[in-house]
């Protein structure tokens, strides 16, 4: 568990000095960084104690209601209180109730990295924002903005972009299963590429009986800028127009943004929402997605919520890691991270990280021996975190976005206003469990 210190600088203080604060007996030494000024504040994301003995067996609560837990090496238990379900998801293909499947997609060309097996940070963000109440107040919104639209509509239809596992899509159905009161039918398409697809289905299968009225689909798909189909399937699936787009932590290849942007234009119309969970990583090029989606059809981009966490970053996308921004600039070097223990901030832990990288990209073939040795043994600051130190990294990383037509009305619960930094009502340390 991490909890969260807020630390107003004194006004005899400034860029350089150390302030020392008292907490559950330890002092911490939390340096100011440079930019700061008398009465900024200092906020410092302190996880456990020591290295987790093990994840396994161990429940993490995502929110007042939403817990994960890894059963075995391979499986994982979701519990959604607010939606009364538990899921049952693998990271690995258990039997053979995919061969057939798998078979098939085997003949198709795809680039199969991997990533698909495993719930990521961001995804389980977007499962937990899926079963709070203003989560499922804005699935009730759409619903009902789709109705209202149009009188005609016998379904509402949503497509997951990079489905993996299945674990925000079928997260989503229980959601949509538990807060629907319309007439339409429900239906839901996952995707994602054809090797994804056996672990996919397999999952699917695993839950689908408790997920009803939601018709769920699983299909193979590729990002392309121009339109194209693989199967009979996916060219079912260009003739759909759809009310909500889901996707989940889908910029960590920057190169496939323009691809990604073009196949949610082709799913969408001027009524589509988009819910995003991003992790950022390059947001110079991160945000191009946001521009273009924007520029089309007039759309806006909605703060939802940032993570699974209280670490909430409240700096809209145009400001997120924008060198030019003052907000951007004061919010990396002000918050911080205890990395085993000792305070650092945003800025230094990713400044080290892109140095490291720099310098095994450009100087390792001039590296000796020795030194090469020398910086295995080492560990990078990301590397030296203990569990719940690199959640709270994570978590500064990820935001909740929701992109929408001004012509259509939904209920999102808070607004980024309401997680603006709070103004201290003392000088004194705040801790928060």
Not at 230 to 245: G, N
Not at 371 to 398: G, P, T, W, Y
Request: charged share 25%; with cysteine.
């Amino acid at each position: 568990m991490t909890r969260t210190i807020q630390v107003q600088i004194p006004e005899n203080a400034e860029a350089g000095d150390v302030l020392t604060v008292c907490l559950e007996g330890n002092e911490l030494d939390i340096p100011i960084p440079p930019g700061s000024s008398p009465g900024d504040i200092l906020e410092l994301h302190v996880g456990g104690r020591g290295e987790a003995a093990a994840n396994i067996g161990k429940e993490v609560e995502l929110n007042n209601a939403t817990q994960i837990q890894q059963v075995d090496d391979t499986t994982y238990q979701v519990t959604l209180t607010n939606s009364n379900k538990t899921l049952k998801l693998s990271t690995t293909v258990k039997n053979s109730e995919s061969q057939d499947t798998t078979a098939e997609l085997a003949n198709q060309d795809t680039i199969d990295d991997g990533t698909y097996a495993y719930p990521w940070p961001a995804g389980i963000a977007m499962v937990q924002y899926l079963d709070t109440f203003q989560g499922q107040a804005l699935l009730q919104s759409l619903y009902k903005n789709s109705e209202e639209k149009n009188k005609d509509e016998t379904s509402f239809r949503v497509l997951e972009l990079g489905s993996g596992m299945g674990l925000v899509g079928l997260s989503l159905a229980a959601s949509m299963s538990s807060c629907y009161s319309g007439t339409s039918a429900l239906k839901i398409v996952l995707s994602d590429v054809p090797g994804a697809l056996p672990l996919l289905q397999q999952n699917v299968t695993w839950n689908r009986s408790q997920l009803a009225p939601v018709e769920i689909e699983t299909v193979p798909l590729f990002w392309t800028t121009v339109e194209s189909t693989h199967d009979h399937k996916e060219a079912l699936l260009h003739q759909e127009k759809y009310h909500l787009i889901v996707a989940s932590d889908v910029l960590y290849n920057p190169e496939s943004i323009p691809a990604l942007v073009a196949t949610i234009q082709r799913y969408s119309n001027v009524s589509t929402c988009l819910l995003l969970s991003v992790r950022w990583r390059k947001p110079e090029l991160e945000r191009s997605l946001f521009r273009a989606l924007e520029e089309w059809h007039g759309n806006r981009w909605k703060l939802l919520s940032s993570s699974s966490s209280k670490n909430h970053c409240p700096l809209l996308w145009q400001a997120y890691g924008n060198p030019q921004s003052d907000e951007s600039n004061r919010y990396f070097h002000q918050t911080m991270i205890s990395v085993q223990g000792r305070p650092m901030s945003l800025a230094t832990i990713l400044m080290e990280e892109q140095e490291e990288r720099s310098s095994h990209d450009s100087d390792e073939g001039k590296k000796s021996d020795k030194v090469l040795k020398q910086n295995l043994r080492d560990k990078s600051l990301v590397e030296a975190m203990n569990d719940d130190e690199a959640k709270a990294f994570e978590d500064c990383h990820i935001q909740l976005y929701l992109l929408s037509n001004p012509s259509v009305v939904l209920d999102t619960g808070k607004s980024e206003e309401d997680f603006e930094k709070k103004e201290p009502s003392s000088k004194r340390c705040r801790t928060d469990d």
